[in-house]
């Protein structure tokens, strides 16, 4: 499985973006995507995940980040509204075949395919 993030760029604090992952290869609808990040100095932090529908946060995300899926186009999109300087980062996608509980998906090594990173840079 190959995974290919984009849609990162520079964004005023307030914006809005939207993230897209695309995956090729041997890939499954009934795994689970998922979203991370990872700011200067900082470990790679869990955003959102996404599984058979359902999705995932980070409570500090709640409400502005949504996950969402189409199958049909083997793409995950990550839609990031009233975006914040400390929302900058390099965001990462993310795959496993595994199908892991919701609250398990927040660990980094469940996850078997991950994407180059795209960067978001949010200005104040």
């Known amino acids: 499985v190959q995974l290919q993030a984009s849609g990162g760029g520079l964004v005023q604090a307030g914006g809005s973006l939207r993230l897209s992952c695309v995956a090729s290869g041997r890939t499954s609808s009934s795994g689970t995507m998922g979203w991370f990040r990872q700011s200067p100095g900082k470990e790679r932090e869990f955003v959102s995940a996404?599984?058979?529908?359902?999705?995932y946060y980070a409570d500090s995300l709640k409400g502005r980040f949504t996950i969402s899926r189409d199958n049909a186009k083997n793409t995950v999109y990550l839609q990031m509204n009233s975006l914040k300087p400390e929302d900058t980062g390099v965001y990462y996608c993310a795959a496993s075949s595994t199908a892991w509980a919701l609250s398990a998906s927040t660990n980094p090594n469940r996850y078997d395919y991950w994407g180059q990173g795209t960067l978001v840079t949010v200005s104040s």
């Open positions: 996404w599984r058979g529908g359902s999705q």
